[in-house]
């Protein structure tokens, strides 16, 4: 067996010919990012360009309510509104939720699991450079001829109908559909790649019922992305196929069905809910523990409550359409549905404040963001209950009551946990502290811009303002608390601005954090900070959940903690004793061949240029030949039986 | 428990054929169960584009544009090409035979019958399509040639990466570059190209064999 180091400098087998690109060696430098196949490095390359999106997305949605500020607005035009509203929606579910649960989960999977990397390291990468072609292949359609105009959800027929029929001119549904498409595929890709290191990479004595939450969950996810993903992208398919190829799929003159094109979209998007917030539940699962000096109450029932909502998850997607006219029955049914959902919602947050109750509670910024969590989720999903009745939901249907509703489960929530894992895993991933006094600052400035933005919003709703409207006339009654709402968003704009200075500042300050700042329970502190490429010198031997704290800690004969002597794994591991014995998957360049070719294909398809198609398939393909037949490690002499990602 | 042990670092032990999933913690390698992970997807994925069939089917009728699947059929011609992407998953599975006992001769001859008979299947489909669109069957006519179309086409995307995928593979044996202790890899092919031959007996049924309301 050889090191990592000598793996790249030995020369290719003698059956291998020289190819076109030689496999990079590189693991260090720039360069090492783009054909990384580290999961800690994909991860900050997840978080980092999730984060500018979340800026991008940020800044539409400061647009959208400096034009809503006053009645009569005219920052800007109907037409840019509408692309506003639909990219801010479709970045911050696309292009923010789905991967910063990829980041968190990419980092700390492997971490928490005791492995030294992901199943499949080559489509992590491949994942992220799908993600990162995909959201700027949307974006250039600002500069192509029109961005996404339709709403985030696109309903048919509005975003099906032939553009020269005009009712959407520009191709902004195009790029919106061909994108979806292709972010699709990369998380499909993400999703069976988390399954399988989950399901097949467990340290020894880690079994499932000692698995940290946070896993659990993205254990969850995984399912649901990988069932939700097909029915959108077949609706995709066809609102593409009738836009361009003058199909009838949603075509009502010709016996198609518009709202065939709500429940695919609705099976899709409702499990997409707890796809973003499920890993927000996972973080703030880890932090609480963490911070209480307590494990989680109820680690079972916790576990079960989150596979429970995946399942039920299933079975309430028409409550987003009780307005189309479904009938009674149908009705009836989802809206019980939806009011059992709340069940294991509802249990969740009782172990959460379980946990918290009677703990030695450190109110550090983590823990405020977690609290900040509880006590927002827990609004927007009283909110959410209200819905499931259903003639209290025909009158909030389309009004900013939704809009509050849902900011709240999933800014409220999945932003403040995303927050949260921030300040918690700073150091693990970059060696040193967040400024805990900033981070403070950051949340309460967050908290009151948030609540000042959206919970005006439910009154607004009550009185009847229509969400997507890109004006209100004056008198309508709505003019101070829209005002109040822009006002908000301008301080969460300045609480996200703290969380950046804080991020320079301590960068260069850099308080070095070791190995166990915040006394953790969990493996990914047994490592150093930043861990070792390879994670963990030796696998970790797993004896109890929260296998950190049962080395650190045991009880007295009355029940009281006592700190067990040696301390030794707060300190950072020893070099592993035969550095020669551990195999790392070497970088690559094909994940990124193959991921250029999908936006090619993607404006072959968008303008209809069936040479630029050709060449992106060709790319693709060649991506997918060289990939194929290329070992994970470097090279394939031995101990690598064929695995074939 | 070995999974345990060789999860642990511990060096492989060196089998004539080695199991890839042997250290893995349900003894099913990682390569296999994405693949099984993934065909769960693609499941979905079809499973919609039947639904979708399925719910238009016979809406024709309401709103009488245009001709009725009835009078393009051509079922006899169809079975023979479905049986033969049927015999196809005979060959795939006689080629990971022949790998798994080292017979490389015969590897490659089933899996050049395998891509064979996919190639056939696919031209028959193309035969199909032109002769349907030349007696006025297009996208556009009616429901139905917007789901016939769309959902055997996309079937047929999938067999031509099956019979892609499976040429990469035939490509490299020639090379000398599949030794037998990769026969997964010809496994896994086989996964892929089995699933969608099961989706296409489905699709056969739903379209040609069960007879349209009208």
Redesign the interface.
Known sequence: MTTVEDAQSVVRPPARRASLLERPKTTTGWFSWITTVDHKKIAILYGGLSLVFFLVGGIEALFIRLQLAQPDGTVLTAARYNEFFTMHGTTMVFLVGMPMAAAFGNYLVPLMIGARDVAFPRINMLGFWIFAFGGLFIYSSFALGGAPDAGWFGYAPLSSTPMNLGYLPGRGPDFWTVGLIMLGIGSVATAVNFLVTIINMRAPGMSFMRMPVFVWMMLVIAFLTLFAMPPITSALIMVFMDRNFQTNFFNAAAGGDPLMYQHLFWIFGHPEVYILILPGMGIVSEILPVFSRKPLFGYAIVVFSGIAIGFLGWGVWAHHMFASGLGPVAVSAFGLTTMLIAIPTGVKIFNWLGTVWGGAVRLAAPMLFALGFIAQFTIGGLSGVMHSIVPSDTQQTDTYFVVAHFHYVLFGGLIFAIFGGFYYWWPKVFGHMLNDRMGKINFWLLVVGFNLTFFPMHFLGFEGQPRRTYTYPEGMGWDFLNLLATIGSFVIALAVLVFLVNVVFSAKRRVPAGADPWDGRTLEWTTSSPPPEYNFAEIPIVTHRDELWHRKYTEDDEGRLVRLPSGAATEAPEAPADPHGIHLPSPSYWPLVFSAGLPVMGYGFVFKNWWLLAVGITLALFGLNGWAFEPSTAPDAHADGGSHS | MSA?VA???GE?AHHEI???G?D???G????K??MW??L??????F???IT?YF??RG??T??L?GPTPSEFFNIPFTSVTSFILLMSSLSMVLALAAIQRGDHRRLRIWLLATCMFGIIFISGQVYEFTEFYREGL???T??F???F??LTG?HGAHVTIGI?WLL?LWG?SM???LPT?????VE?AGLYWHFVDIVWIFIFTAIYLIPATK
């Open positions: 345990i999860a642990g670092g492989v080695p199991d890839p042997h893995t913690n349900t099913v390698s990682h390569a169960l994405a992970l993934f769960s997807s693609e499941s979905l994925f499973g919609a584009f979708t719910l238009y809406r024709d309401q709103y544009k297009q996208l556009s009616n429901m040639g917007t789901t179309y769309v996309l892609i990469i490299r090379q000398d570059r202790e990769r026969y997964e890899s896994i």
